[in-house]
């Protein structure tokens, strides 16, 4: 047996803090695919073919215990799932053996040689063993069949059958431990009931290669599959859901847009934090052509990764698995469904495997360290891995974590942003951000003087204490903006209410090809306004009840429509290349700004900063227009438009990308713009400083086509943290949901088909669901718990294209 290896050393020290190669034996038989398991003390493998090896993980120092009794070589070892006793199964061609480590270990300190029970005989080929969670049963993958056997009686309790080809991987369910789920060569999986013996589910072939390996994650109630392709299979088992698939992921693919994110972090840095090439670690080198995924094994990062815990989304929550392959290993999170650290062994030198046959991980939950159990695929070594988990993945996240944006703002309005400009006619001196919220009050905004010298936009000082809640209390005595709410709108939303499932009313918007391209509800909830691609919009009441208001004007597909935080006046933008500013009361043009005073079309266009600017993208800018309203009446001249615009401030993206979309809050005041760009990158602007505050790339695999905020509503309180949260969307790739103050994605919703058409997407007010069009004439909704989806809303005949969610109530 070989001593520890040591730690390999670098100029900075990063790769021994990262990998330790404790244990190194050869075996005098090939050791490409022999079985491996590992435990929290102990790691087990077959040498010389017949002898199962154990070697302890807690102390290298202690000799490797072995355990002989099998005359065929070994094919499979499982252990068991109690620590006292431990215990592990072994199975060959001749003998199914169940060994009580307790027993053995007090044998050999005896000087005698420690012996197992033999649980079968001559049962067949086995490729997976299985000890249900109680040690009680073990299941014996044997052929096509799975053998159910007592390891008190040793006798069979069931047997079952149904698979086409070699079962190759067995998993009891943990909460309901009669379910055992087992995946085959026929690229299958099936649940049974082993207590009656029955079948319950069936899958379909779900690839053209055999499925090699299983796990049931308990915390996200979900089972993933792998196979020899690289190809990792997610199926939903909470009730209800069939067993349906949630997605599908390529471990190539994520590992090549992993590499693109962490290069691009690494860029990112000052020059005196990058990280320079080591010894032992090389960069640059390509990804494996394939990565056959050879095991699966729970990991703990919920002291490393953090996330926002609002709506069950926390560290405590989020669920990740250790992925073991022939190139490295891989540390995936089954919330977001993305890489959170990559781990190539030719990467270190100084390793002895740098391609593995069969690879086992084992980590505790809060233990930094896990152990991993490798073979050479083309030789006779067997090595043990210590891997510092926390180093892993905090030497690939890069410095994200640090950046504290915001949508609540920390400090004052500076003296320089561009939020600072006013007319002539207005005050000079800017608002600040309110301790009230900017809600639908009759009572004017005041501003806050702080009499301290703000030096920058806040981001790298203390966060100051909360200056005001993005939410007005509609109960509050004396309040005028409930007095104007009549009937139900005075009631707040019911933050614990199921989402809205049934249909209530529908109205036909259109005859003929008039397709629905957006819809917008206004703040106080009462109005529902519809931009049409016959050039129309139409404005219903809430409950589309009456006669529609009807907007014309607009030369093109109406694309864009947005209230104003009053709800007094709508925004559109079309095709034609003009944006329009209509009044509801008098349901006429107020403003309309031609294409001549943008370069490139209009794509996004909304009131922005509490009605004071409209912000809009035109091509790769950003621009910030100032208005004014005349609300003059002259009948004589009421042709004449006297109404006005001034753009008072532009700013490109970083490499002048196109803009695809940009959200911003309006209902409070706040300094913050989101934007996608056509290259697929995210940018966050500070309209306070000016500039460009953040930027990660590879949002999506296509670009960007909605960035939605979670924005609640006046009749709402959410807590703060939420109001950071925002979802982006793309076609063929399915929402993301992110964590502004980290940009960090923290979810990822799958399951609505949409491949070609930009299907729009909202949050609900209380900031618990997701709702998303869809083109299989459907509309999907989503718990932000949950990463596929709830309900599925039928009632239209096409592609839908725009949801909205009532800011008063629950529709």
């Excluded at 139900?488 to 009313?505: D, F, I, V």
């Excluded at 691609?533 to 009456?546: E, I, K, P, T």
């Amino acid at each position: 047996m070989g001593e520890p290896r040591g730690i390999f050393c670098s100029a900075q020290g990063c790769v021994g803090d990262v990998i330790i190669e404790q244990r190194l034996v050869e075996s005098k038989e090939p050791a490409s695919h022999v079985p491996l398991a590992c435990s929290a003390q102990y790691c087990a493998f077959p040498v010389d073919g017949n002898v199962l090896c154990l070697w302890n993980t807690k102390d290298p120092s202690y000799q490797p215990l072995t355990l002989q009794g099998h005359h065929e070589p070994i094919t499979a070892v499982a252990f068991g799932n109690t620590v006292s006793p431990l215990l592990i199964c072994s199975a060959s061609q001749d003998y199914v053996i169940m060994w009580s480590l307790d027993e053995c270990r007090q044998k050999v300190l005896q000087g005698l040689s420690p012996r197992g029970v033999i649980m079968g005989t001559l049962l067949g080929q086995v490729l997976c063993l299985r000890l249900s969670p109680d040690d009680r049963t073990v299941a014996v993958c044997a052929g096509n069949k799975i053998l159910m056997l007592d390891i008190e009686s040793r006798s069979i309790l069931a047997e079952l059958e149904g698979h086409q080809g070699h079962v190759t991987a067995a998993e009891f369910c943990p909460w309901q431990t009669h379910i055992i789920i087992s995946v085959s060569e026929d690229r299958s999986f099936k649940v049974w009931d082993h207590h009656v013996g029955s079948l319950i589910y069936n899958s379909p072939v779900l690839t053209a290669f055999p499925l090699l390996s299983l796990l049931i994650d308990a915390k996200s109630r979900q089972l993933v599959t792998g196979c020899a392709n690289g190809q990792l299979w997610i199926f939903s088992l909470v009730e209800g859901h069939h067993y349906r698939c949630v997605t599908r992921v390529s471990l190539k693919k994520k590992s090549e847009s992993f590499s693109r994110r962490v290069e691009s972090r690494l860029c990112s840095l000052p020059e005196e934090s990058q990280r320079p090439c080591t010894h032992g670690l090389e960069k640059g080198e390509e990804v494996e052509a394939s990565l056959p995924i050879l095991g699966l094994a729970p990991c703990d990062l919920s002291a490393i990764v953090s996330a926002p815990c609002v709506w069950g989304l926390s560290s405590e929550t989020t669920s990740c698995l250790w992925i073991g392959s022939s190139a490295g290993l891989f540390i995936f999170n089954l919330a977001n469904f993305e890489l959170e650290a990559v781990l190539h062994y030719r990467d270190f030198r100084s390793l002895s495997i740098h391609v593995a046959g069969s690879c086992a991980v084992m980590s505790k939950a809060n233990d930094d360290k896990a152990i991993c159990l490798l073979t050479s695929l083309f030789g006779r070594k067997i090595v043990m891995l210590e891997i510092r988990v926390a180093a892993l993945v905090r030497s690939q996240q890069g410095h994200d974590a640090g950046r504290h944006l915001s949508v609540l703002p920390r400090t004052c309005v500076g003296p320089t942003s561009p939020l600072c400009f006013t007319t002539a006619k207005e005050s000079k001196t800017p608002p600040a951000p309110q301790r009230q919220s900017a809600g639908r009050s009759t009572v004017k905004d005041q501003p806050l003087v702080f009499h301290t010298k703000v030096r920058s936009s806040g981001y790298a000082s203390a966060p100051h204490i909360t200056m005001f809640s993005p939410k007005a209390n509609t109960r509050k005595r004396g309040d005028h903006s409930s007095r104007r709410r009549d009937g139900p709108r005075c009631k707040e939303y019911p933050l614990e209410s199921s989402p809205p499932t049934k249909l209530y009313k529908q109205r036909v918007l259109a005859h003929g090809p008039a397709a629905a391209h957006c819809v917008q509800y206004s703040g106080d909830g009462q109005w529902l306004a519809c931009g049409l691609a016959n050039h129309l919009l139409l404005v219903f009441r809430a409950d589309l009840s009456g006669t529609p208001t009807v907007f014309s004007g607009h030369d093109g597909a109406v694309s864009t429509v947005c209230w104003s935080h009053d709800s007094r006046w709508l925004l559109s933008a079309s095709q034609d290349g003009t944006l329009r500013l209509w009044s509801l009361r008098r349901a006429e043009l107020a403003l309309c700004v031609g294409k001549d005073v943008f370069s490139k079309p209009v794509r996004s266009a909304q009131f922005y900063y509490v009605d004071t600017f409209v912000l809009l993208s035109s091509g790769p800018e950003l621009q910030l227009l100032k208005y004014h309203i005349d609300t003059c009446k002259d009948e004589i001249q009421r042709y004449k438009q006297k109404s006005r615009c001034k753009r008072v401030f532009r700013l490109p993206t970083t490499g002048r990308t196109e803009i695809t979309s940009l959200s911003a809050v309006n209902d409070f005041y706040s300094y913050l713009v989101l934007t996608a760009g056509r290259n697929r990158t995210l940018e966050v602007f500070d309209l306070n400083a000016g500039r460009s505050a953040a930027m990660t790339v590879e949002v999506h695999s296509r670009p960007v086509h909605q960035i939605c905020q979670n924005k609640g509503s006046s009749f709402t309180t959410q807590q703060h943290e939420a109001y950071n949260l925002f979802a982006t969307t793309a076609s063929g790739d399915g929402i993301k949901l992110w964590d502004l103050r980290t940009l960090r994605c923290e979810r990822r919703f799958e399951g609505h088909p949409n491949h070609g058409y930009p299907c729009g997407i909202a949050f609900s007010p209380c900031g618990r669901y997701v709702a998303s069009g869809a083109e299989d004439r459907h509309a999907y909704m989503y718990d932000l718990g949950s990463s596929t989806f709830s309900h599925r809303l039928a009632g239209h005949k096409d592609t839908v294209t725009s949801v909205a969610f009532s800011p008063a109530a629950p529709q």
